[in-house]
């Protein structure tokens, strides 16, 4: 096939596989030059929706790219496509003895099988419907299963240095609240004092109830109540909380990951009143012939659907990558043409795979992006434009684009667009990312013609972070298309 023969062919398809740079629109390129980021940095592509007509911007789209969070797009379509949008996961209780008088003569087992969104208040309605079963006292323990999951320890700090961050929290099967300390700080102005609420209590921990008020305004309240979170046992304050701040939230992931869970389900159980004989503690079911147990009732998680919106709009990193997991997990359908041995625990290697056998079944073995954790939390994971821009036109083709379209934030109204200073606001969904050296987005502009546009952006330069301006130019000139 001769030169021109392949460029029509390529044109055709809807995506333009030059390697050279195009000219850039003279309001993207100025906002570069303010930013201090060379073109060579920077790749971009826009195109319609529908792949009907050569690419309107095609500006080193064949480069791999760190995306950041933009990689959530591969991760949640691939999973709306495999799973479904309705797919659920369970989490099975399971009795270990009979029931007199009010208590459990026996052990309660959990079975966590992946939920990303088992929060407080639904880890509350599950040992409330335990209590339901006329469960008040549980003689024996309390054990959490969490072996659907294979997963390496690793260092929550290993990322960035910052183990305290809610978003380097690390998968778990039974996963709950985010492994996240939830704080909300109240100022009682008349005791001269602020009230403090924790989500959830947990079980073994000090938490004092409050703080000393002070004045002043309200600058970096964190920092002014200088808080010390690394004895796993007791939470300390050593200074104030502004008054001028009113109500504040503020998550901190649990110093000791591995016992967060067995913590939180002791300190709610004991709030609600229930009481415990034993202990909180990791196990498996019992596997022994004669002793195999049925669950009383299973817990469901929201929708996949619902999940992938919290995903992409909000960037949430754990919940992202228990999404990539669960496509290897033993209760999934059978999946490509070589499934995993049923009994396998998920693990992030296998679910690597399946979405690869996926993406070369749906794209081909060209332009593979590598994905890491699935959820751009990552220095390693790749993707080019043009990989990008081929997954949105097929998800935008699909029965699925609106499920994955609703789940990205709107310039300028929610998620992590909210603060976009495009003058278009309300025009575009967009998956953000940013990490250091690096800012994208990638989704869909909604022009002034009423064509609906593809946009990819990614910028991996050491001045990334100046780049929003310049996105923000590039999604105005998508919109202004006649």
């Known amino acids: 096939m001769n030169k021109p023969t392949t460029l029509l062919a390529l044109l055709a398809s809807g995506i333009c596989s030059l390697s050279l740079a195009q000219a850039l629109p003279p309001e993207v390129d100025a906002a570069l030059s303010r930013a201090k980021v060379p073109r060579e940095a920077v790749s971009l592509l826009v195109i319609e929706a529908d792949g009907r007509t050569a690419p309107r911007l095609s500006h080193r789209a064949l480069v791999p790219m760190n995306p950041a969070s933009v990689m959530k797009l591969v991760t949640t379509y691939a999973a709306l496509d495999l799973l479904g949008p309705a797919y659920t996961w369970q989490t099975p209780v399971y009795l270990g003895g009979p029931v007199r008088d009010g208590t459990l003569q026996g052990d309660l087992y959990i079975q966590g099988r992946g939920d990303p969104k088992l929060v407080a208040e639904r880890l509350w309605l599950l040992l409330r419907r335990v209590q339901g079963l006329g469960i008040q006292k549980i003689a024996g323990d309390i054990v959490l299963d969490r072996s659907a999951f294979a997963i390496d320890d690793t260092d929550p700090g290993s990322f960035d240095g910052e183990p305290l961050r809610p978003y380097n929290a690390t998968p778990d099967a039974f996963l709950v609240n985010f492994k996240s300390l939830v704080m909300t700080f109240v100022p009682d102005t008349g005791n001269n004092l602020a009230r403090i609420q924790y989500e959830p209590p947990l079980g073994g921990v000090q938490l004092p109830a409050s703080v000393p008020l002070s004045g002043g305004a309200c600058n970096d309240y964190r920092a002014t109540l200088q808080g010390d979170f690394n004895d796993a046992t007791r939470v300390r304050f050593g200074g104030s909380f502004p008054a001028a701040c009113g109500e504040r939230v503020w998550p901190v992931a649990y110093v000791d990951p591995a016992s967060y869970s067995a913590r939180a389900v002791e300190g709610l159980w004991r709030e609600m009143g229930g009481q415990l004989v034993g202990r909180v503690r990791d196990g498996r079911l019992p596997t022994a012939p004669g002793k195999t147990l049925k669950p009383v009732f299973e817990m469901s998680s929201p929708s996949l659907a619902e999940v992938v919106r919290d995903v992409n709009k909000y960037s949430n990193n754990i919940m992202a990558q228990h999404v990539l997991l669960s496509l290897s997990l033993p209760v999934r359908p059978a999946i490509g043409a070589n ?95 940013s990490l250091r050296d690096v800012t994208a987005v990638a989704g869909y502009v909604l022009a002034n013609s009423g064509k609906r546009y593809i946009m990819v952006a990614m910028a991996n330069h050491a001045n990334a972070g100046a780049m929003r301006p310049a996105f923000d130019a590039l999604q105005d000139w998508v919109v202004r298309d006649n």
């Open 339 to 433: 499934p995993l041995p049923e009994q396998a625990p998920a693990s992030t290697q296998a679910s690597r795979e399946v979405l690869l056998r996926w993406w070369k079944d749906r794209f081909g073995s060209d332009d593979l992006p590598v994905l890491d954790n699935g959820a751009g939390l990552s220095r390693d994971g790749r993707i080019s434009a043009q990989a990008l821009g081929r997954l949105l036109q097929t998800a935008y083709r699909s029965p699925l684009m609106p499920e994955l379209m609703a789940s990205l934030p709107i310039s300028g109204i929610d998620g992590t667009l909210k603060r976009s200073k495009a003058q278009s606001q309300g025009t575009a969904h967009l998956k953000t990312g």
